[in-house]
Each structure stands twice: as structure tokens, then as C-alpha cells.
């Protein structure tokens, strides 16, 4: 389904959505019978999710329903598509419940959105430890435009860390668990040997050893504090400058016979 002006560009991503597709950890798989949407605008994409999506949002997958919203107007609609995608993929292959950490870094993982992690290297808050909790990110990615971005970056380096963490260095492990039943938690301890709180703060410990000062200022952010120094360095020297330039004014007056008097004209002979 799609409004006339999306409808070539529906036809072709309907044609991508029904291929069978290699998914990290699940192989390979055909979505099934899906619904597709494309609507315009956001006004659009807000009424027809009901609520179920931010308003900020490129897409929506709704795995029960089988059916995928995405907005014309947001982005590489490709990548937004197989992001999505990889939702259905998750949730057809495993029934147990999963974090949202997991649900949106898994899909941002499998949808090769690997430049989400170049921004974590400017983000000064990560690089000065401040990262959330995986509870909290839960919340941060619900949350506003503006914590968004990096709430998804963190949730995908979180799934990278759970790949790395496992001998094969892959998800395949922990998806099998998932697959056959396990509970997120268990299967986490099986594959990597660590509870959801341990993980937690390894994740956390990594995070602050990859993104450190160092990183963010060969990053760019270096460029960004160079020139809010100097604008501080001329506020404060204008400041300084200021009782100087007072007592140099100090008995300059213009008396006032002289005050109208018009410039001579230098090049006139006397």
C-alpha cells in the first residue's frame, strides 16, 4: 500500500521485502507474507501507527500483525527497510521476549548501520563515561530525536559486545538458546558466562576503553573545543581590555567652536 507519488518506489521495495534474506544468527529466511506501507509524510506515519512509533521515526515493524510502516520523507528507505526486516526475522525466530536494547541494536546490526558507532566517537558525554545502563537505554530509545541517535549507537555496540563476549564470536549461540525456547537471561549466561548485570557493566567498562578522550579528539571534537577557547580567550581579554581603554578615553574632549568645523582641504594651495 502506498499513496501515488511513493508507488514506484513501493513496488521496488515490496520486490526487496519478499526475497529470502541471510540474517545474523538466523540464516537464512523468507519474511512470509508481510504488509507494507508507504506513506509520505509524518503526519501520516503518526496517525497510522497509532502511537506505536515516535514521532520522529524513519519505520515500524509490527511482528504480530506482520505488517511494516515506513515514511517517504526520512532517509535511505533500503537500509530503513531491511532494519525492519530484521525485526520480523528476530521475532519469527524467536518467541521469548527480548530487550528493546537487544530488539533495535539486533536490527541495526544485521542492517549494516555501522555508522552509527562513528557517532559515539564526538559524543562527549560517552566520552567522559557517561553511559546509561541497559535499562535506561530501553528508555532512551523511546525517548527524543535528539537521544535517539545515540541510544541506537549504544544499542548496537551492546550487541557487538554480546558477539564478541562468545568464543565463536558470533550471535549464532546465543540465537540458538533464544530459538529453542530460552529466556533472554539464560541464554545470555550460557553463551558468554556472564548474568544481564555483569554484562552490563562489561559492556559499560568496554564502551569508556573505546571511546576515551583520546578518540574523541582525533575523532574532530578537538576542532570543536579549539574554537570555543578562543571565543573565551577573546570575551576575556576584551573584558581585561576594558579599564585600559577607559583611562586612555579619559580627557579627550572635542571643544565646541570645533566640533562643526569642516576638514581642510589639504589639497588646496594657502
Known sequence: MSWPLQRDIALELARLAGKSTEWPGLGQR???????????????????SSGRAPPWGAAVALPGARMILLRADQGDLYRTLRHELAH?????????????WFDEGYASWAA?????LDALELNLAVVRGGVPDLRSLDGALRGSATTAGAAYALAISAVTELARR??????????ARLGSGDDFAAALLATTGLTVSQFDIEWRKALRRRYSLATWLLAGGGWGLLVISMWLWVRVRRKADLPRRAA??????????????PELDRRQEP
Not at 88 to 100: D, E, I, N
Not at 112 to 116: I, K, L, M, N, T
Not at 166 to 175: A, E, I, T, V
Open 88 to 100: 520480523l526475522a528476530l521475532h519469527q525466530a524467536v518467541k521469548v521476549r527480548v530487550p528493546l
Open 248 to 261: 586612555l578615553d579619559e580627557g579627550w574632549e572635542v571643544a565646541p567652536e570645533l566640533a562643526g568645523t
Open 30 to 48: 523468507t519474511p512470509g507474507p508481510l504488509q507494507l506501507i508507504i506513506v509520505p509524510d509524518g503526519r501520516h506515519f503518526e496517525s497510522l
Open 166 to 175: 562468545n568464543p565463536s564470536g558470533s550471535l549464532d549461540p546465543l540465537m
Open 112 to 116: 549494516g548501520e555501522w555508522d552509527r
